[in-house]
């Protein structure tokens, strides 16, 4: 429903800001899958939505297109244009990327919601490591807390003089 002035400005506008001008013109079916992912979230903005759905935006893409591709929803869409993305991903390292709140569905049913903090409190997710360690100092304590990604971190009575068990949750 865009006049077609309208329309031809907000096409080169996003064909610009998405690194698909050379492209635009080109079949469909002879863009990769990056310039094919590019030209739909362009057509999905076309009438300035106050929402943007997307489904698994990167699949199928590169790192480089991919990382790319998340930088243009992180820093455009949302900062720029102050756009809402629903974004439906497998991906729980994209999805804490790009989302202020999470939520878990099964079965067709949220399971769980909050913030990517929330739900790793929640949930237990992370990673946790056991460390055993001989000569253990008296410092190491506070140097595996400083560790950036280390979430907590338990430190087990020492099993023999000079030597310590640790509990690190990332």
Do not use: W
């Amino acid at each position: 429903h865009l006049q077609k002035a309208d329309a031809t400005v907000a096409i080169d506008r996003l064909a610009s800001r998405l690194g698909i001008v050379d492209h635009i013109d080109r079949p469909f079916r002879t863009l990769s899958s990056g310039q094919r992912q590019a030209l739909a979230i362009a057509r999905g903005l076309l009438d300035d939505p106050s929402i943007v759905f997307m489904d698994e935006p990167t699949r199928s893409l590169d790192p480089i297109s991919a990382l790319r591709l998340r930088r243009f929803v992180a820093d455009v869409v949302v900062g720029e244009l102050g756009r809402t993305v629903v974004l439906a991903t497998h991906s729980m390292p994209e999805a804490e990327t790009l989302c202020d709140r999470l939520a878990f569905i099964q079965d067709g049913r949220i399971v769980a919601a909050g913030t990517v903090t929330e739900l790793r409190q929640a949930i237990g997710y992370g990673t946790r490591c056991e460390l055993r360690l001989g000569d253990v100092s008296t410092d190491l304590t506070e140097l595996l807390r400083d560790i950036p990604g280390v979430g907590s971190l338990t430190v087990a009575p020492t099993m023999t003089e000079g030597r310590g068990r640790f509990n690190v949750r990332l």
